[in-house]
């Protein structure tokens, strides 16, 4: 057990419509990151955070936004889904920026029909 | 173009013998270079981080290699296990890029008992 939470674990969703992703980092952890994985694209960085301030962005579309809370749990946001929207999504903590083990929870799967 | 490749291949190794996994990037100076476990459906498990400064890195039976000249990481483990079988994933952290992991698309490793 990472100490990271994800939640909902599994999500079946329908086309056009929204879901958030909660993540409740690892007690004492600052920054949080979020990733995607798919079968063909690997694990693709989206967005990370650090004690409530965005710090650096990846390939996030904008349809897809986050943000984190006072009391460091993030949320991931994805509107308008579409099918290649399917995927895994992680999201992951660690104490500081750089140089660091980060932790990662077990995921929530995503399905758009 | 920025790059990480792993071993685009699986490897099956037999158990008891020395798995050695490499990650090659380009484009890319990592402040530090990390080696992590992934499980099917589960999140990654951080296992070595290795500095730019440092050649070499052990931790029991897994050994890592960082050669900054050749832009090349080695992953060993040594007298493999079945359960070793997963998927190995290097990450690089980028200087001045907040701490957020670029990952390889991984390496499947099979022991065969």
């Known amino acids: 057990d990472s100490g990271v939470t994800q939640t909902p674990k599994h999500l079946i969703t329908a086309t056009g419509q929204r879901v958030t992703l909660r993540c409740s980092p690892r007690?004492?952890?600052?920054?949080v990151y979020w990733y995607q994985q798919s079968l063909d694209q690997g694990l693709q960085f989206l967005i990370q955070?650090?004690?409530?301030?965005?710090?650096a962005k990846g390939n996030i579309l904008e349809r897809f936004s986050a943000q984190q809370f006072p009391d460091l749990h993030s949320e991931l946001n994805l509107s308008s889904l579409e099918l290649g929207d399917s995927a895994l999504y992680f999201c992951?903590?660690?104490?500081?920026?750089?140089?660091?083990?980060?932790?990662f929870g077990e995921g929530s799967w995503l399905t758009v029909v | 173009s920025q790059k990480i490749e792993q071993n685009s291949e699986a490897l099956n190794i037999q158990e008891g013998k020395t798995a050695t996994l490499t990650c090659n990037y380009t484009?890319?100076?990592?402040?530090?270079l990390q080696w992590y476990r992934q499980d099917p459906g589960r999140g990654p498990v951080f296992l070595l981080l290795?500095?730019?400064?440092?050649k070499e890195k052990r931790k029991e039976r897994l050994k890592v290699t960082f050669d900054t000249t050749l832009k090349q990481s080695l992953f060993h483990i040594t007298a493999s296990q079945p359960a070793d079988s997963a998927t190995y994933l290097c990450?690089?952290?980028?200087?001045?890029?907040?701490?957020?992991?670029?990952f390889g698309q991984g390496t499947e490793l099979s022991v065969k008992p």
């Open positions: 484009n890319y100076s990592p402040a530090y």
């Open positions: 290795i500095r730019e400064n440092e």
């Open positions: 007690s004492g952890d600052l920054s």
């Open positions: 992951a903590s660690s104490v500081r920026q750089g140089g660091n083990t980060i932790y």
């Open positions: 990450a690089l952290d980028i200087h001045n890029q907040g701490g957020k992991l670029i």
């Open positions: 955070y650090y004690n409530g301030e965005e710090r």
